[in-house]
């Protein structure tokens, strides 16, 4: 298997759906105590919490029972993320790897990097929470760094379902095109509006990648089989 061939890339978007879906079902599920306005998931609450007050919110006060639990749910998530970053790292790089030799130019490949960047991002961003976690109210130096590393993450993420946009208009597929559209169109958006626009503006990320496996899929579909060679 070959980076940039259709399966391989179907096969990456594969692992990125069963890790997202398992994260989902370990992370914790609801705020300890709701932020008013705001559908916010724990998760996304911790990567965007600016200072300790959002960890009440997160796991509850000192004497919840729950607290423990949620603390654990959250560490396990955040460990098998490690396993998500190069899944989704490396499809949007076979994405436009692909892309790049569909279109006949090598410029697309350079958007795959995109992909990887915001892997390493959440590499730190993760890193930091584990640490935010591990010290509470003892982490003002990690609060301080965590968000320039969450908006790299949503922001080349977010720059990657644009170029993959353009790709699908050179590409003559004005629907995938569309899907691709609304992750960088909400990016400053949420970023002005966190509570209440971040939850829609880093969930429309899916609609790309989705965009970008049907795309694969189409490329697979139409390969003869005699064709396939890795």
């Known amino acids: 298997m070959r980076i940039?061939?259709?399966?391989?890339?179907?096969?990456?978007?594969?692992?990125?759906?069963?890790?997202?879906?398992?994260?989902?079902?370990?992370?914790?599920?609801?705020l300890a105590v709701p932020?008013?306005?705001?559908?916010?998931?724990?998760?996304?609450?911790?990567?965007?919490?600016?200072?300790?007050?959002?960890?009440?919110?997160?796991?509850?006060?000192?004497?919840?029972?729950?607290?423990?639990?949620?603390?654990e749910a959250m560490n396990l998530g955040?460990?098998?993320?490690?396993?998500?970053?190069?899944a989704y790292g490396l499809f949007i790089f076979s994405f436009f790897a692909g892309?790049?030799?569909?279109?006949?130019?090598?410029?697309?490949r350079l958007f795959g990097w995109l992909g990887i960047g915001a892997a390493l991002s959440d590499a730190l961003e993760n890193w930091l929470m584990f640490q935010i976690v591990g010290k509470m109210t003892n982490a003002n130096a990690e609060f301080s760094i965590l968000p320039f590393a969450v908006w790299s993450k949503f922001g080349l993420l977010a720059l990657s379902c644009a170029a993959a946009g353009f790709a699908f208009v050179q590409l003559r597929r004005p629907f995938l095109a569309l899907l691709c559209a609304p992750a960088p169109l909400l990016l400053v958006p949420s970023f002005a509006f966190p509570m209440e626009l971040?939850?829609?503006?880093?969930?429309?990320?899916?609609?790309?990648?989705?965009?970008?496996?049907?795309?694969?899929?189409?490329?697979w579909r139409s390969i003869d089989i005699s064709e396939i060679k890795d």
Not at 22 to 28: C, G, H, Q, R, V
Not at 100 to 105: D, E, V, W
Not at 200 to 205: C, K, L, M, Y
């Open 35 to 71: 932020v008013e306005g705001s559908t916010i998931t724990p998760i996304l609450l911790l990567e965007l919490a600016t200072g300790p007050q959002y960890l009440v919110h997160i796991f509850g006060a000192v004497d919840d029972t729950l607290r423990p639990s949620r603390i």
């Open 78 to 86: 955040n460990a098998i993320d490690y396993l998500l970053m190069p």
């Open 99 to 108: 892309v790049s030799g569909r279109l006949k130019t090598e410029n697309w």
């Open 4 to 30: 940039g061939a259709p399966l391989t890339t179907l096969i990456l978007f594969g692992i990125t759906l069963v890790t997202l879906g398992i994260m989902t079902a370990i992370f914790p599920s609801q």
């Open 198 to 219: 971040a939850p829609i503006g880093t969930s429309v990320i899916a609609l790309a990648w989705i965009a970008m496996a049907i795309y694969a899929f189409s490329c």
